[in-house]
């Protein structure tokens, strides 16, 4: 009698095996953990890549009474799929819910790998960014495309490098840039099951799990997990530990947004990129340069200036003591959109 129930657990786990195994995707081999898991608080985890594997953008996880909340997946299926195991590490626990902050790449491109019945929650925008192509829009398009030439450039420097420690590190770099390149062509997008417009709320025991979007700023799109009783805030690219992209953004509503952020009653944030941090101070030199970005460039546009001659002209630097700044300039795509957004196109 045990002997059969033996055999039949056996060949249950076999088949969960042979499933699991079916659905890995391309590209997740690495040596070492792909991520750290920063425990801000009790069940509150910030993930953010080692350089094992390509994750690009940070995640976050919330272990609760029964089950595990992530928010946002990565750059691939891969990478969500690493982050998957390496959280069995920490807990056994089921994950039920995705919440994509927003629907760029770095955030939202492991959804695919989740089971039809976990929920992935984003914002109506979300969704339909996802389902319209969102991979045909330049962000993805000069990260995916570029992928080739590094990998080109890489293999040359290993040819050339003498020195056997950077000769490693070069191989590793590769392997990682293929792994990401062969995951990627198994991408398919994959939108939220579930959206919001302005809020939901998600109860987990005596945990209050808020989705809360704060008005258009980093996307139309984005929203921002708020955990009241831990004064917990996962922000995506809405703020960032530095600065954030603008290829998609709305430059000159972004700060009065980011005064929608500053009513909630948090100390710690955990970003889409960069470590986590607890000091506020941070959201005012970042509205503060959002708001001078937005003048310069227009500026230089009524000036009859090019885009790409203002984004090597933009001077920003007085925001250098706060931000990552070393001269002059402002990333190209940012000022084509604030260009197209004074020419009244979004
Ligand atoms: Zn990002």
């Given at each position: 009698?045990?002997?059969?129930?033996?055999?039949?657990?056996?060949?249950?786990?076999?088949?969960?095996?042979?499933?699991?195994?079916?659905?890995?995707?391309?590209?997740?081999?690495?040596?070492?953990?792909?991520?750290?898991?920063?425990?801000?608080?009790?069940?509150?985890?910030h993930?953010?890549?080692?350089?094992?594997?390509?994750?690009?953008?940070?995640?976050?996880?919330?272990?609760?009474?029964?089950?595990?909340?992530?928010?946002?997946?990565?750059?691939?299926?891969?990478?969500?799929?690493?982050?998957?195991?390496?959280?069995?590490?920490?807990?056994?626990?089921?994950?039920?819910?995705?919440?994509?902050?927003?629907?760029?790449?770095d955030?939202?491109?492991?959804?695919?790998i989740?089971?039809?019945?976990?929920?992935?929650?984003g914002?109506?925008?979300?969704?339909?960014?996802?389902?319209?192509?969102?991979?045909?829009m330049?962000?993805?398009?000069?990260?995916?495309t570029?992928?080739?030439?590094?990998i080109?450039?890489?293999?040359?420097?290993?040819?050339?490098?003498?020195?056997?420690?950077?000769?490693?590190?070069?191989?590793?770099?590769?392997?990682?840039?293929?792994?990401?390149?062969?995951?990627?062509?198994?991408?398919?997008?994959?939108?939220?099951?579930?959206?919001?417009?302005?809020?939901?709320?998600?109860?987990?025991?005596?945990?209050?799990?808020?989705?809360?979007?704060?008005?258009?700023?980093?996307?139309?799109?984005?929203?921002?997990?708020?955990?009241?009783?831990?004064?917990?805030?996962?922000?995506?690219d809405?703020?960032?530990?530095?600065?954030?992209?603008?290829?998609?953004?709305?430059?000159?509503?972004?700060?009065?947004?980011?005064?929608a952020?500053?009513?909630?009653?948090?100390?710690?944030?955990?970003?889409?990129?960069?470590?986590?941090?607890?000091?506020?101070?941070?959201?005012?030199?970042?509205?503060?340069?959002?708001?001078?970005?937005?003048?310069?460039?227009?500026?230089?546009?009524?000036?009859?200036?090019?885009?790409?001659?203002?984004?090597?002209?933009?001077?920003?630097?007085?925001?250098?003591?706060?931000?990552?700044?070393?001269?002059?300039?402002?990333?190209?795509?940012?000022?084509?959109?604030?260009?197209?957004?004074?020419?009244?196109?979004?």
């Amino acid at each position: 009698m045990k002997r059969v129930a033996l055999a039949i657990t056996i060949g249950v786990l076999a088949l969960v095996a042979a499933a699991a195994q079916s659905r890995r995707p391309a590209g997740t081999t690495h040596t070492g953990d792909a991520f750290r898991f920063n425990k801000v608080k009790e069940g509150i985890y910030h993930a953010v890549g080692t350089g094992a594997l390509a994750v690009v953008g940070n995640s976050s996880f919330i272990v609760n009474d029964n089950d595990v909340i992530v928010v946002d997946d990565h750059v691939s299926p891969a990478a969500a799929w690493v982050l998957l195991e390496e959280i069995k590490k920490i807990t056994p626990k089921p994950v039920t819910t995705v919440i994509n902050t927003h629907f760029h790449f770095d955030h939202a491109h492991g959804n695919q790998i989740f089971d039809p019945a976990v929920q992935i929650i984003g914002h109506e925008f979300t969704r339909r960014m996802l389902l319209n192509n969102s991979i045909g829009m330049p962000l993805y398009q000069n990260y995916v495309t570029g992928l080739p030439t590094q990998i080109e450039a890489l293999k040359k420097q290993i040819a050339s490098a003498t020195d056997p420690a950077a000769r490693t590190k070069l191989q590793t770099q590769l392997q990682v840039t293929e792994n990401n390149l062969a995951s990627q062509k198994e991408l398919k997008l994959t939108p939220p099951n579930v959206t919001l417009t302005t809020q939901m709320t998600l109860y987990r025991g005596k945990r209050e799990i808020q989705i809360r979007y704060l008005g258009r700023g980093h996307t139309a799109g984005d929203v921002v997990v708020y955990l009241p009783n831990e004064k917990v805030v996962m922000t995506g690219d809405f703020l960032t530990a530095a600065l954030s992209n603008m290829s998609d953004s709305f430059p000159n509503e972004w700060a009065d947004s980011l005064d929608a952020l500053k009513k909630l009653d948090f100390d710690t944030v955990l970003p889409g990129h960069g470590e986590a941090f607890t000091d506020k101070a941070k959201i005012d030199y970042f509205q503060a340069y959002l708001r001078d970005v937005w003048s310069e460039v227009s500026k230089l546009k009524q000036q009859g200036v090019s885009a790409e001659e203002a984004s090597k002209r933009a001077d920003l630097t007085r925001h250098k003591d706060h931000l990552p700044i070393q001269g002059p300039g402002v990333p190209l795509i940012g000022v084509q959109r604030i260009y197209s957004l004074l020419d009244g196109k979004s």
